[in-house]
């Protein structure tokens, strides 16, 4: 269910605190998702050292590996689940692969490996993720993973002052 013959989708472990950081760390990605600020190596390895789960935190985030020529695992990206509504079965979507990995497939994998884990496993309904109109590629990768476009939300999120639109997108679980 969270693995496929090149990928799997982990729990996340003290060793990926350093990554997780520079991700999260990144300013120039800020505006894309809800940090305003860094966290701290200390606020990191807690969190990496936590118990996590999706029924009280609304949350759930999922390290992204990759199987290498050798057989061995490297972690390309993260998955996260957000906003989880038991109630209405749904929850948002986000995900990061590193600059290195980028347009070979990691995305996409990741988020068909974490949609059968939340329609099989949490028997979520539907999935959304909330994709800046300017930011074709993500929107093409939502496209390929499944997900339709709904709704457009104009002027949602702000970048250097200025007002992008976003694009709402959407998997239904299908029987």
């Not at 390895?45 to 020529?69: C, N, P, W």
């Not at 347009?103 to 329609?119: D, I, P, Q, S, T």
């Amino acid at each position: 269910m969270l693995s496929s013959s090149t990928h799997r989708l982990r729990a996340i472990e003290p060793r990926d605190v350093a990554q997780l950081l520079d991700w999260e760390n990144d300013a120039t990605t800020w505006w894309l998702g809800a940090s305003l600020a860094p966290y701290s190596e200390a606020t990191m390895t807690k969190f990496a050292e936590g118990d996590h789960d999706i029924y009280s935190d609304k949350q759930l985030r999922f390290m992204l590996d990759v199987k290498t020529d050798y057989s061995q695992w490297q972690t390309v990206g993260a998955v996260d689940l957000y906003e989880f509504d038991p109630r209405n079965n749904r929850a948002g979507v986000g995900i990061v692969v590193g600059e290195p990995h980028r347009r070979k497939g990691h995305a996409v994998e990741g988020l068909m490996l974490l949609a059968n884990y939340a329609f099989r496993h949490l028997g979520v309904h539907q999935l959304f993720a909330e994709v800046p109109a300017i930011h074709e590629s993500s929107v093409n990768l939502f496209l390929k993973a499944g997900y339709t476009k709904s709704e457009n939300r104009t002027d949602w999120v702000r970048k250097d002052g200025e007002w992008i639109d976003v694009i709402l997108m959407q998997k239904i679980a299908r029987n």
